[in-house]
């Protein structure tokens, strides 16, 4: 059972006129961008309301909860589980246009912004004071502070700083009926009974929309080092000794450990040094960071590895974007070859390469299966699991229901999660009691239904 979108009607042509008497940016054509995806999937959004105050956000949502007109809260639709979705007709709000900076506390290091605001906006502004965000993605070129907070997005950084959500100190959101909650705190330290804001953070849009943020942001560390290495043998013996070695030897400085497997690294080509991981390998990609040299903890941790282990450093801007980009090369070479089944999950350390092997094992040599490839944050115990299928066989949905079972039944038993960093959106929308018990789905319920009764928002996603 879903949470109550049921008595929703489809956008009428009558809806555009009055909309546009309470937002002065109403578009119903050329709204393309606001109907794909990532993966080229489409979706039903009719009408898109681009609101540039709170007030015009309260206004919009008022109409269309009083209307019953499904709404779905876009941001930078960059999202991978199809959030920004619409299955029936619905009336979109981005925002794009309430992206401004507002204020930073350059001795507290919070910064306060209005949620349309891009992240890399964020921290080039950030930069300037010597200051940073918390976490980092790849898509930090579109995607939004509002869409951060709504996935409560993991990232590469998430080792060093933990989750986005403790580094929130405030926000502003507006429920389904037009209300406007007032939950920006200036203080860190703030115990005044339940922390209410923590709701909307990871909601993905159901509860509230997230138009503005005040979040703690630590400095920028002036020196990093990032050192890319080969690794051969088995996950357990080579991966996650590395790790451990990292932690003992780089310390409170390590800001990343990346790993991608060999059929990955054979995907994105040899690596930037020449080396070239067989198939049985791993490339793993270790980042220092910190506010005096770290270089010499980078050459400790090398010196630490096996003989045998293959490894290249990167010290100045334009090498250590280089190792980044072939880690992040590796999803862009992964889509080009066809569709991929997705999986963000987590689990014990040890637990999360068996996963591959075993995906392996069992479908690797269907027709239809062209590559299935392990990398991750393996530092965070998450790994993406990707399954790049053959573009000239039709999709077998028996084959996916199949494989999402092995998989996310393999996730449950080890008690690991179903999405480590993606959130559910529509995609993993029915795997949801995998990873959440019945009576916890039960109560997730309740809390949609007291603040958005009429499911306007972002219906059929995320809360089951
Ligand atoms: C190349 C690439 C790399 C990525 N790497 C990572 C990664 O390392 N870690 C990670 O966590 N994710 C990653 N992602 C996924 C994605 O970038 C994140 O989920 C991101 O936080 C989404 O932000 P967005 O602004 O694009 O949100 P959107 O895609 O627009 O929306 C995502 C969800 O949030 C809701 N939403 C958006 N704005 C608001 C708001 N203001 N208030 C309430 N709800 C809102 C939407 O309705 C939707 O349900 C990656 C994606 C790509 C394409």
Request: aromatic share 6%; hydrophobic share 35%.
């Amino acid at each position: 059972m879903q949470a109550g979108p049921c008595i929703l009607r489809a956008v009428r042509p009558s809806d555009f006129k009055n909309l546009s008497a309470l937002c002065a940016d109403i578009k119903v054509r050329d709204i393309e961008r606001y109907t794909s995806e990532w993966f080229g999937r489409t979706s039903n959004i009719k009408v898109v309301a681009r609101p540039r105050s709170v007030h015009e956000v309260s206004d919009v949502l008022k109409y269309c909860n009083s209307s019953g007109i499904g709404v779905t809260v876009f941001g930078g639709n960059t999202g991978l589980v199809g959030g920004t979705m619409a299955e029936r007709s619905e009336v979109a709000i981005s925002t794009e246009f309430m992206n401004r900076f507002l204020e930073i506390d350059v001795s507290s290091g919070i910064a306060t912004v209005e949620t349309g605001l891009i992240l890399q906006n964020l921290q080039e502004r950030l930069a300037i004071h010597h200051l940073t965000t918390p976490y980092d993605l790849g898509a930090r070129g579109s995607c939004t502070i509002g869409g951060n907070l709504a996935t409560n997005a993991g990232g590469i950084n998430f080792i060093r700083h933990g989750p986005l959500r403790a580094h929130v100190v405030g926000i502003e959101a507006v429920l389904a009926n037009g209300d406007v909650l007032d939950l920006m705190s200036k203080s860190r330290k703030d115990n005044c009974g339940i922390d209410l804001k923590q709701i909307f953070i990871g909601s993905e849009g159901t509860l509230g929309i997230i138009t503005k943020a005040r979040i703690h942001c630590p400095s920028l560390h002036q020196y990093r080092s990032v050192a890319l290495i080969s690794l051969k043998g088995d996950f357990t013996s080579t991966v996650l000794e590395t790790l451990k070695k990292a932690k003992e030897t780089i310390g409170e400085s390590l800001s990343a450990f990346e790993f991608i497997d060999g059929e990955g690294a054979e995907l994105v080509g040899p690596l930037p040094s020449g080396m070239d991981p067989k198939y049985s390998g791993f490339a793993v990609l270790v980042e220092a960071s910190g506010s005096a040299s770290v270089s010499d903890k980078i050459e400790n941790f090398l010196e630490q590895l096996p003989d045998s282990v293959e490894g290249v450093v990167g010290s100045d801007l334009e090498s250590m974007s280089k190792l980044w980009h072939y880690r992040e090369l590796l999803p862009v070479k992964m889509a080009s070859l066809g569709h991929n089944l997705k999986y963000d999950i987590s689990l014990p350390q040890r637990e999360l390469y068996k996963l591959v092997e075993g995906i392996r094992l069992r479908y690797a040599n269907r027709p239809d299966v062209l590559k299935i490839v392990g990398y991750g944050h393996v530092g965070d115990g998450n790994l993406h699991l990707n399954v790049a299928l053959d573009p000239q066989f039709e999709r077998n949905p028996s084959l996916e229901s199949d494989m999402s079972h092995s998989v996310y039944s393999y996730v449950s038993e080890c008690g690991g999660s179903i999405s480590a960093e993606h959130g559910i959106g529509r995609d993993k929308l029915e795997q949801l009691f995998f990873s959440k018990p019945t009576v916890v789905l039960e109560y997730t319920r309740a809390l949609k239904k007291m603040l958005d009764p009429n499911g306007i928002l972002n219906p059929g996603r995320t809360i089951l």
